[in-house]
Protein backbone atom coordinates (compact mmCIF):
# COMPACT_ATOMS: atom_id res chain seq x y z
CA UNK A 1 0.00 0.00 0.00
CA UNK A 2 2.69 2.23 1.08
CA UNK A 3 4.15 1.87 -2.60
CA UNK A 4 0.63 2.80 -3.96
CA UNK A 5 0.07 5.59 -2.15
CA UNK A 6 3.43 7.51 -3.02
CA UNK A 7 3.27 6.80 -6.67
CA UNK A 8 -0.30 8.08 -6.33
CA UNK A 9 0.80 11.34 -4.68
CA UNK A 10 3.87 11.81 -7.00
CA UNK A 11 0.81 11.30 -10.04
CA UNK A 12 -0.81 14.10 -8.25
CA UNK A 13 2.37 16.37 -8.00
CA UNK A 14 2.72 16.00 -11.73
CA UNK A 15 -0.68 16.62 -12.83
CA UNK A 16 -0.50 19.57 -10.81
CA UNK A 17 1.92 21.30 -11.76
CA UNK A 18 1.24 20.23 -15.97
CA UNK A 19 -2.42 21.75 -15.29
CA UNK A 20 -0.86 25.29 -14.77
CA UNK A 21 1.29 24.91 -17.41
CA UNK A 22 -1.56 23.83 -19.82
CA UNK A 23 -3.66 26.47 -18.68
CA UNK A 24 -1.24 28.65 -20.26
CA UNK A 25 -0.25 26.82 -23.67
CA UNK A 26 -4.05 26.75 -24.22
CA UNK A 27 -5.12 30.76 -23.28
CA UNK A 28 -1.93 31.11 -26.23
CA UNK A 29 -3.57 29.22 -28.94
CA UNK A 30 -5.55 30.26 -31.67
CA UNK A 31 -9.62 29.49 -31.66
CA UNK A 32 -9.70 27.59 -34.51
CA UNK A 33 -7.62 24.75 -32.21
CA UNK A 34 -10.91 24.67 -30.50
CA UNK A 35 -12.10 21.17 -32.35
CA UNK A 36 -10.27 17.29 -31.43
CA UNK A 37 -8.29 17.26 -34.63
CA UNK A 38 -7.18 20.91 -34.88
CA UNK A 39 -6.45 20.67 -31.67
CA UNK A 40 -4.17 17.40 -31.74
CA UNK A 41 -2.65 19.47 -34.82
CA UNK A 42 -1.50 22.59 -32.71
CA UNK A 43 -0.28 20.43 -30.15
CA UNK A 44 2.23 18.37 -31.29
CA UNK A 45 3.95 21.90 -32.92
CA UNK A 46 3.28 23.79 -29.58
CA UNK A 47 6.64 22.73 -26.80
CA UNK A 48 4.67 23.75 -23.62
CA UNK A 49 2.15 21.66 -25.06
CA UNK A 50 4.27 18.90 -25.50
CA UNK A 51 5.87 19.28 -22.25
CA UNK A 52 2.30 19.19 -20.78
CA UNK A 53 2.39 15.55 -22.15
CA UNK A 54 5.49 14.34 -21.21
CA UNK A 55 4.23 15.12 -17.55
CA UNK A 56 1.00 13.89 -18.11
CA UNK A 57 2.49 10.28 -19.52
CA UNK A 58 4.96 10.11 -16.31
CA UNK A 59 2.06 10.88 -14.10
CA UNK A 60 0.01 8.20 -15.71
CA UNK A 61 2.48 5.05 -14.95
CA UNK A 62 2.78 6.60 -11.26
CA UNK A 63 -1.38 6.68 -11.36
CA UNK A 64 -1.71 3.53 -13.38
CA UNK A 65 0.58 1.40 -10.31
CA UNK A 66 -1.64 3.15 -7.51
CA UNK A 67 -4.65 1.54 -9.17
CA UNK A 68 -3.10 -1.82 -9.51
CA UNK A 69 -2.13 -2.05 -5.69
CA UNK A 70 -5.04 0.66 -4.11
CA UNK A 71 -8.14 0.42 -4.20
CA UNK A 72 -9.99 2.45 -6.81
CA UNK A 73 -11.30 5.72 -3.91
CA UNK A 74 -7.99 5.71 -2.31
CA UNK A 75 -5.80 5.82 -5.81
CA UNK A 76 -8.44 8.68 -7.26
CA UNK A 77 -8.78 10.26 -3.72
CA UNK A 78 -4.90 10.56 -4.28
CA UNK A 79 -5.07 12.23 -7.35
CA UNK A 80 -7.36 15.13 -5.90
CA UNK A 81 -4.07 16.43 -4.53
CA UNK A 82 -3.44 17.69 -7.69
CA UNK A 83 -5.62 20.17 -6.91
CA UNK A 84 -3.98 22.24 -3.92
CA UNK A 85 -1.05 21.78 -6.05
CA UNK A 86 -2.69 23.44 -8.91
CA UNK A 87 -4.25 26.18 -7.11
CA UNK A 88 -0.97 26.91 -4.90
CA UNK A 89 0.83 27.25 -8.53
CA UNK A 90 -1.73 28.77 -10.26
CA UNK A 91 -1.30 31.81 -7.69
CA UNK A 92 2.58 32.13 -8.57
CA UNK A 93 2.47 31.22 -11.90
CA UNK A 94 -0.67 32.83 -13.47
CA UNK A 95 -1.71 35.04 -10.08
CA UNK A 96 -4.80 33.64 -9.62
CA UNK A 97 -6.11 34.33 -6.05
CA UNK A 98 -5.89 31.92 -3.09
CA UNK A 99 -7.84 33.58 0.16
CA UNK A 100 -7.96 32.23 3.42
CA UNK A 101 -11.04 30.08 2.16
CA UNK A 102 -8.78 28.64 -0.45
CA UNK A 103 -6.27 27.77 1.98
CA UNK A 104 -8.55 26.33 4.41
CA UNK A 105 -10.34 24.01 1.41
CA UNK A 106 -6.39 22.54 0.49
CA UNK A 107 -6.49 21.48 4.33
CA UNK A 108 -9.61 19.61 3.80
CA UNK A 109 -8.58 18.10 0.94
CA UNK A 110 -5.27 16.69 2.61
CA UNK A 111 -7.08 15.89 5.78
CA UNK A 112 -9.28 13.68 3.67
CA UNK A 113 -6.43 11.56 2.05
CA UNK A 114 -5.16 10.81 5.04
CA UNK A 115 -8.50 9.28 6.30
CA UNK A 116 -8.85 7.44 2.82
CA UNK A 117 -5.68 6.20 3.64
CA UNK A 118 -6.07 5.13 7.08
CA UNK A 119 -9.50 3.15 6.26
CA UNK A 120 -8.25 1.56 2.66
CA UNK A 121 -8.94 -2.20 2.28
CA UNK A 122 -7.59 -4.44 -0.32
CA UNK A 123 -8.01 -3.49 -3.77
CA UNK A 124 -10.53 -5.13 -6.10
CA UNK A 125 -9.38 -7.90 -8.40
CA UNK A 126 -9.09 -6.91 -12.44
CA UNK A 127 -11.60 -7.42 -14.61
CA UNK A 128 -11.48 -8.46 -17.86
CA UNK A 129 -14.91 -9.66 -19.52
CA UNK A 130 -16.51 -8.21 -22.65
CA UNK A 131 -19.40 -6.17 -20.83
CA UNK A 132 -16.92 -4.51 -18.71
CA UNK A 133 -15.30 -3.49 -21.73
CA UNK A 134 -18.30 -2.37 -23.53
CA UNK A 135 -19.38 -0.39 -20.38
CA UNK A 136 -15.73 1.51 -20.79
CA UNK A 137 -16.27 1.59 -24.47
CA UNK A 138 -19.86 3.23 -23.95
CA UNK A 139 -18.04 5.95 -21.72
CA UNK A 140 -15.67 6.85 -24.16
CA UNK A 141 -18.83 7.78 -26.82
CA UNK A 142 -21.11 9.67 -24.11
CA UNK A 143 -18.00 12.11 -22.68
CA UNK A 144 -17.36 12.34 -26.49
CA UNK A 145 -20.53 13.79 -27.94
CA UNK A 146 -21.19 15.52 -24.19
CA UNK A 147 -17.97 17.23 -24.89
CA UNK A 148 -18.60 18.29 -28.31
CA UNK A 149 -22.38 19.81 -27.15
CA UNK A 150 -20.85 21.86 -23.63
CA UNK A 151 -17.80 23.45 -25.22
CA UNK A 152 -19.26 26.57 -24.36
CA UNK A 153 -19.42 26.00 -20.60
CA UNK A 154 -15.90 26.05 -19.05
CA UNK A 155 -16.89 24.09 -15.78
CA UNK A 156 -19.02 21.69 -17.42
CA UNK A 157 -16.34 20.77 -20.10
CA UNK A 158 -14.29 20.42 -16.59
CA UNK A 159 -16.46 17.96 -15.13
CA UNK A 160 -16.98 15.83 -18.37
CA UNK A 161 -13.23 15.78 -18.44
CA UNK A 162 -13.29 14.45 -15.02
CA UNK A 163 -15.12 11.44 -16.60
CA UNK A 164 -12.92 11.14 -19.24
CA UNK A 165 -10.19 10.36 -16.90
CA UNK A 166 -12.50 8.75 -14.53
CA UNK A 167 -13.05 6.09 -17.47
CA UNK A 168 -9.42 5.80 -18.40
CA UNK A 169 -8.47 4.79 -14.41
CA UNK A 170 -11.52 2.35 -14.43
CA UNK A 171 -10.45 0.64 -18.17
CA UNK A 172 -7.06 0.19 -16.54
CA UNK A 173 -8.52 -2.32 -13.84
CA UNK A 174 -9.56 -3.95 -17.08
CA UNK A 175 -6.18 -4.74 -18.03
CA UNK A 176 -4.51 -8.28 -17.38
CA UNK A 177 -1.90 -10.13 -18.17
CA UNK A 178 -3.44 -12.43 -20.93
CA UNK A 179 -4.18 -10.77 -24.29
CA UNK A 180 -7.41 -11.42 -24.79
CA UNK A 181 -10.38 -8.94 -26.78
CA UNK A 182 -11.33 -7.61 -23.48
CA UNK A 183 -7.92 -6.75 -22.69
CA UNK A 184 -7.07 -5.17 -26.15
CA UNK A 185 -10.66 -3.20 -25.58
CA UNK A 186 -9.77 -1.72 -21.96
CA UNK A 187 -5.91 -1.31 -23.57
CA UNK A 188 -6.90 0.74 -26.23
CA UNK A 189 -9.82 2.85 -24.49
CA UNK A 190 -7.02 4.31 -21.84
CA UNK A 191 -5.15 6.54 -24.02
CA UNK A 192 -8.57 7.04 -26.08
CA UNK A 193 -10.52 8.21 -23.10
CA UNK A 194 -7.42 10.12 -21.67
CA UNK A 195 -6.87 12.56 -25.04
CA UNK A 196 -10.57 12.94 -25.19
CA UNK A 197 -10.24 14.19 -21.75
CA UNK A 198 -7.49 16.52 -22.08
CA UNK A 199 -8.81 18.04 -24.89
CA UNK A 200 -12.06 19.04 -22.83
CA UNK A 201 -9.77 20.11 -20.06
CA UNK A 202 -7.62 22.10 -22.28
CA UNK A 203 -11.12 23.98 -23.66
CA UNK A 204 -12.10 24.26 -20.10
CA UNK A 205 -8.80 25.86 -18.74
CA UNK A 206 -9.27 28.60 -22.29
CA UNK A 207 -12.90 28.98 -20.62
CA UNK A 208 -12.56 29.66 -17.19
CA UNK A 209 -10.00 30.20 -14.45
CA UNK A 210 -7.65 27.41 -13.69
CA UNK A 211 -9.25 26.46 -10.20
CA UNK A 212 -13.21 26.79 -11.64
CA UNK A 213 -12.06 23.83 -14.43
CA UNK A 214 -9.82 21.74 -12.14
CA UNK A 215 -12.67 22.07 -9.35
CA UNK A 216 -15.47 20.48 -11.42
CA UNK A 217 -12.88 17.88 -12.95
CA UNK A 218 -11.59 16.40 -9.43
CA UNK A 219 -15.13 15.77 -8.23
CA UNK A 220 -16.07 13.20 -10.93
CA UNK A 221 -12.51 11.92 -11.19
CA UNK A 222 -12.62 11.37 -7.55
CA UNK A 223 -16.48 9.86 -6.95
CA UNK A 224 -17.15 8.08 -10.14
CA UNK A 225 -14.34 5.52 -10.21
CA UNK A 226 -14.74 5.23 -6.15
CA UNK A 227 -18.59 4.36 -6.51
CA UNK A 228 -17.76 1.62 -9.26
CA UNK A 229 -14.85 0.42 -7.59
CA UNK A 230 -16.83 -0.24 -4.12
CA UNK A 231 -20.40 -1.40 -5.54
CA UNK A 232 -18.65 -3.89 -8.64
CA UNK A 233 -15.21 -4.49 -8.36
CA UNK A 234 -14.73 -5.59 -5.07
CA UNK A 235 -12.50 -2.73 -3.85
CA UNK A 236 -12.30 -3.13 0.51
CA UNK A 237 -12.92 -1.09 3.56
CA UNK A 238 -11.24 -1.65 7.02
CA UNK A 239 -13.78 -3.15 9.46
CA UNK A 240 -15.58 -0.37 11.11
CA UNK A 241 -13.65 2.52 8.62
CA UNK A 242 -16.63 3.05 6.85
CA UNK A 243 -17.29 6.55 8.71
CA UNK A 244 -13.66 7.19 8.10
CA UNK A 245 -13.75 6.80 4.18
CA UNK A 246 -17.20 8.76 3.67
CA UNK A 247 -15.82 11.69 5.65
CA UNK A 248 -12.32 11.37 3.85
CA UNK A 249 -14.12 11.36 0.19
CA UNK A 250 -16.47 14.27 1.80
CA UNK A 251 -13.33 16.44 2.74
CA UNK A 252 -11.90 15.83 -0.83
CA UNK A 253 -14.32 15.96 -3.12
CA UNK A 254 -15.72 19.17 -0.82
CA UNK A 255 -12.26 20.84 -0.69
CA UNK A 256 -12.12 20.37 -4.51
CA UNK A 257 -15.64 22.14 -4.92
CA UNK A 258 -14.55 25.06 -2.32
CA UNK A 259 -11.51 25.56 -4.29
CA UNK A 260 -13.84 26.07 -7.64
CA UNK A 261 -15.48 28.62 -6.05
CA UNK A 262 -15.17 32.16 -7.68
CA UNK A 263 -12.84 34.49 -6.77
CA UNK A 264 -13.97 37.12 -4.16
CA UNK A 265 -12.52 40.77 -3.66
CA UNK A 266 -11.37 39.41 0.06
CA UNK A 267 -9.40 36.68 -2.07
CA UNK A 268 -7.29 39.30 -4.00
CA UNK A 269 -6.95 41.35 -1.02
CA UNK A 270 -5.20 38.50 1.16
CA UNK A 271 -3.56 36.51 -1.27
Known amino acids: MVVGLVA ?9 WAAVVQARAVRAMPEAAERLGTFVRAGVRDPLI ?4 GAYLAGFVLHAVSIWLLPLYLAQAAIALSMPCTAVLSVRQLHE ?20 A ?18 VVAGLV ?7 AARNSGPLLGALAGCGYAGSALAVRGIGTD ?8 ALAVPALGLVA ?3 YSLALSRTGVAAATGALIVLQTFVPAAVGIAFLGDGVRDG ?25 DDRMTT
Open 179 to 186: LSGPVLVC
Open 97 to 116: PLGPARWTAVGGVTLGIALL
Open 118 to 135: LGAGSPGAVTTSWAFAAW
Open 8 to 16: GLAAAGLFG
Open 50 to 53: LLVV
Open 198 to 200: FWL
Open 241 to 265: WWPAIVAGLLLGVGGAVALSVPVTA
Open 142 to 148: VVSAAGV
